[in-house]
Structure formats: structure tokens, C-alpha cells
């Protein structure tokens, strides 16, 4: 049974997880977008809007915000934009949008990002984009040679 155990695993010790998610939580401020796992995107968005609603409250509570995201320069930037950019929501605001699965082990990958920033998804070509593309010269095919033939073995002779 699952007694006592909230959130999600991620398959990494609880120390591990908590700075695998304050990473997260500091490039997503730092940057407006990540790209990453559905599953790390799901359990880094409670912690960001947590962070935002405890940042409009304004400069009383930046000692709190540095014990949760101890990186000084993303405190600044959250409390910086926490009156002007989300002075009007309440809640959400982030979104997930999947974008393709990763190549290597076929993970969803996703964009985490702020409500408020423009979407900009970097799609795979498809095939109507590869037949737009302008055709490239083929070369000549080279000519086949034939596989020779075997030779028998010889066989020795016990005297």
C-alpha cells in the first residue's frame, strides 16, 4: 500500500528529486519554456504556481521563495514579473503542450511553459514538407558484380 507517500517518484531518492525540480522550476522562470518528460512537466507545475501565487504577495515573502529556489537571480526575475505578468490570473499559469516522442527511448516529450508566452514548436518534417524540398541530383548507379563463386574445400586424407 501507498500510505504516507504523496507525489510523484520520477525514480530518483526524495533529495534527488527535490533538486531535479528546482532545477526545473529555475529554468522555466529563467527561460519561459522548457522542453522535457511529460511526467517531469506534470510534477513541476504545482511547484511553479505555488512559487508565482507566493511571489504576488509581493517582497515579505522572498526569504520563503529563496528556501524553495535558492537560485537569487530567479527569485528576482519571479518576483519581478509576478505583479505585471500575472497580476490578473489567480491560477494556471502554466500549460503542457506535447510535442513529439524522443527518439532515443520514445518519451513524450512536452513544452512546459507560461500561459502569457507565445508557443513556438519546432515540429518534425513531414512528408509534405520533404516533397517540397527541391530534389537532389541521384548518381549513377554503380554497377553490381556478381559474387563469386565458392571454392570446394579441400578435405585431408586420415592415413
Not at 46 to 58: F, M, N, Q, W
Not at 68 to 79: G, S, T
Not at 134 to 142: G, I
Request: charge should be positive; aromatic fraction near 4%.
Amino acid at each position: 500500500m501507498r500510505h504516507g507517500y504523496f507525489g510523484r517518484n520520477l525514480s530518483r531518492s526524495s533529495d534527488e528529486k527535490k533538486q531535479l525540480l528546482r532545477i526545473l522550476v529555475n529554468e522555466l522562470v529563467m527561460h519561459g519554456s522548457i522542453q522535457t518528460t511529460i511526467a517531469k512537466a506534470k510534477a513541476v507545475q504545482p511547484t511553479v504556481d505555488k512559487l508565482i501565487t507566493r511571489a504576488k504577495k509581493g517582497e515579505e515573502q522572498k526569504r520563503k521563495l529563496l528556501m524553495d529556489l535558492p537560485y537569487p537571480e530567479a527569485v528576482k526575475k519571479l518576483l519581478a514579473d509576478a505583479q505585471t505578468r500575472f497580476g490578473a490570473r489567480s491560477s494556471g499559469y502554466t500549460r503542457i503542450i506535447k510535442t513529439n516522442t524522443r527518439r532515443g527511448d520514445a518519451t513524450q516529450q512536452v513544452l512546459l511553459s507560461f500561459v502569457d508566452a507565445p508557443v513556438e514548436i519546432i515540429a518534425p518534417k513531414t512528408q509534405k514538407d520533404k516533397k517540397a524540398e527541391p530534389a537532389k541530383q541521384a548518381k549513377p548507379a554503380a554497377k553490381k558484380e556478381e559474387p563469386k563463386a565458392k571454392k570446394p574445400r579441400s578435405v585431408k586424407k586420415d592415413k
